[in-house]
């Protein structure tokens, strides 16, 4: 299997977890901090952008947003759509 499209996979997984468990009352925050630690480990610096969770402290308004999974697929098309090609418009003339 392709890593990137593993990624998406787990991405997509998570989100899952966090559309469920994270929505727990006092364990969302929890739910968000390993959330965000499990992005920055699989893309990296990108990954820091799921922290944004940590400032919704009821856990209500990111439940409905596929952060993880929204990185995953950015990361995807800056890395070629997953297919392991070169990234489609380098911005080099055509010859």
Known sequence: MNPA?????IAVALDILDFTIGR???FEIVVDL???AAAVAMFGW?????FWELADPTGQ?????PTLTLIALSQMRKDGGG?????R????PRR
Request: glycine share 20%; charged share 15%; proline share 7%.
């Open 61 to 65: 308004i990111d439940g409905f947003a």
């Open 89 to 92: 418009d380098t911005g080099a």
């Open 24 to 26: 727990i009352p006092g």
């Open 83 to 87: 297919r392991g090609d070169a990234p």
């Open 46 to 50: 990108a990954g820091l952008f799921a």
């Open 34 to 36: 390993a959330l965000g």
């Open 5 to 9: 499209v593993a990624k998406l996979a």
